[in-house]
């Protein structure tokens, strides 16, 4: 299982990024995917998380205003789309993907496999 995410950089706050996370090795359009972030020094924290077909989605609550998430199964691809970045989402970000067949979920655990994770950097 592979989970290659990008669209990470460097942008000024204010602005908008978009991440995408493909998967190859697995049944993508079986899995539930998440997005986490890590910044330094702090623990790995849920932003979003889409159930596989895409019709459920879920974000932190500090985030949803912002942050939506959305998924291409034809394309074996999740996205997340950030608006309004500020310094406090500096991080880095992480794809992972849960077999579970349950709803999206902000717990960790649940996740099976992680992607590399891509580095976002919001300058003020």
Do not use: H
């Amino acid at each position: 299982v592979q989970l290659q995410a990008s669209g990470g950089g460097l942008v000024q706050a204010g602005d908008s990024l978009r991440l995408s996370c493909a998967a190859s090795r697995l049944a993508f359009s079986s899995y539930v995917m998440g997005w986490f972030r890590q910044a330094p020094g702090k623990e790995r924290e849920f932003v979003c998380a889409i159930s596989w077909g895409g019709s459920i989605t879920y974000c932190a609550d500090s985030l949803k205003d912002r942050f939506t998430i959305s998924r291409d199964n034809d394309k074996n691809t999740v996205y997340l789309q950030m608006n309004s970045l500020k310094s406090d989402d500096t991080a880095v970000y992480y794809c992972a993907a849960d077999r579970s067949y349950g709803n999206p979920s902000s717990n960790i655990g649940s996740y099976d496999y992680w992607g590399q994770g891509t580095q976002v950097t919001v300058s003020s």
